[in-house]
């Protein structure tokens, strides 16, 4: 049986390059793509994915951010104009106030108190940790002791099922094809919502401004290539990009229209706002634990 290799990231200058290989108990990975690579003997059981650091995200244009237009100068102050008030139950309720959980609030409280906010490595790695250590400070342990035992699938158990989602793992074999097609080259957006932890948002509600701080979120740079990852297509010539990060916040331009949005990774674009035309393909899980 051959084994789904998947290659994430390789370092966005943070730290040394490294080679991890871990049983798919608990998969390390980056934001790049994923390639295939060498299969363990026909007679294991289980598959061991091995995750090699060697995208350098070079290959992806940065998109020009551009501010919003400044604000005309009122030219004339000799009348005033009378303002109607508004009584305060008569007011909107603003779409994105606090985290929906307490894991969610978490993770922004530690990304914000963080003396390293650009770790470095690989994203799905940071993406993950983050999740993991808020859930542990929240409950007392390890996320994976809560997921629910019919996640399992007829090859996995509940914990390989979440790591091989997260990590958005493809391939044809056995096993691959026993994890559910809907929540495929997700990331831990959807393993997170498959485990009943998370609510999945997709572009349109990512845009229209439902995602609450905390979120995690995948993303790919092309659309033709999350379709492939989804049917687990493999070959030497094909090197999907996709990146996990979480949401922090919107940003939005003096008339309250969002422009972009504001996240935490390993370092490599967290610089900037991100906008729709970075990524083809949007998927994030606003946290309920």
Known sequence: MKHAYSN???RSGYGPSYLLVIPV???IFGCASSRQGQGASPTEEADELVRVANDDHNNIQ???VVGPAPVNPIMDTSEVLEVATVEPEALPEPKTVKPLSAVAAKIVENYENSQNKKPGGHCLAASKSRFQK???AIHGHSMYRDLPSDIASNYYSPSQVFDHLYASTFGRHQGWRTLPRKYRGRGGAGAIAYAGMGDLVDWFGIWSGELRPGAVMQVWKRNDDYK????????????PFGHSFIFLRYE????????GIRIADQGYQSYRPLVPEDYEVWWAANLTI
Do not use: M, W
């Open 252 to 259: 939005r331009d003096d008339n309250g229209k969002i422009i």
């Open 62 to 64: 940065s998109v020009p």
């Open 228 to 239: 492939k990852v989804i049917r687990g297509i493999r070959g030497k010539d094909f090197d």
């Open 8 to 10: 994430q990231c390789r």
């Open 134 to 136: 808020a859930y542990e």
């Open 25 to 27: 108990l608990f998969l």
